[in-house]
């Protein structure tokens, strides 16, 4: 079908899918960038901008989450993943606005528990530690064993000085095999200021252990065996 109808919407998107999942995402990128300029909707932008999202290209991600934007204003997802883009940006007032009027437009998502959770990590980058924890008390409502949530509701007891509190709260995250990545980053940080930076250090290196551990976990072993 692609051969012989190359502006076939659906033979396409299905193609651009198909290489996706194989991870062959820049060939994946071309199919959607060309059924973009072809045959335009919400749904190819929006899924054009997650896969340019992957490849870190973020200018032009939020290109196309505005055009979907343009398309179809009310969509949730679309205003959750703008968010993603500004905050991978470092543009965290435009993340936190984006995260909320996704919350805004679906109150009642399945996946509202995590856009609170988007908010409140943005809204502690931005010094608002009230806020921030407010989002996430609202994320833990919605789903009381959230481990981000959890992890982000230490973060905000850490950066307001509530060191013991946050020690006890990421203590159960930590036990399990591989424990949340903002639970480390948070009790990373936590331990030089409670005395135990052996625990850190322990930790950081168990997680290294990981195949491919996030960058900021070596960053993190290399303050405390710095």
């Known amino acids: 079908a692609v051969r012989l109808r190359p502006d076939y919407r659906e033979a396409v998107n299905a ?14 990128i071309r199919c ?9 909707s919400a749904f190819i932008h929006f899924s054009l901008a997650n896969m340019l999202m992957r490849r870190d290209l973020s200018d032009e991600a939020l290109v196309h989450y505005r055009r979907a934007l343009e398309l179809e204003p009310r969509r949730a997802e679309i205003h959750n993943n703008l968010g993603n883009a500004f ?6 007032q435009q993340a936190a606005q984006a995260y909320m009027e996704a919350l805004r437009l679906r109150p009642d998502h399945p996946a509202a528990h995590e856009g609170y959770a ?13 806020d921030a924890r407010a989002s996430y008390d609202r994320a833990l409502m919605l789903n009381p064993g959230f481990k981000r949530a959890i992890a982000g509701h230490a973060a905000v007891l850490e950066r307001t000085g509530q060191y013991t509190a946050a020690y006890t709260m990421l203590q159960p995250l930590l036990q399990e095999d591989e424990p949340e990545v903002d639970a480390v980053r948070v009790f990373a940080t936590l331990c030089r200021h409670v005395g135990r930076a052996g625990e850190g250090i322990a930790l950081a290196q168990r997680v290294l252990e990981r195949s491919h551990p996030p960058v900021e976990i070596h960053d993190r072993l290399a303050l405390y065996l710095g």
């Open 87 to 92: 905050r991978h940006r470092g543009e965290y």
């Open 32 to 40: 959607y960038r060309d059924l973009a300029a072809r045959s335009p």
């Open 118 to 130: 988007n908010l409140g990590a943005v809204q502690l980058l931005l010094n608002r530690a009230a």
């Open 15 to 28: 193609m651009g899918e198909f290489l996706a999942r194989l991870g062959r995402l820049d060939e994946a």
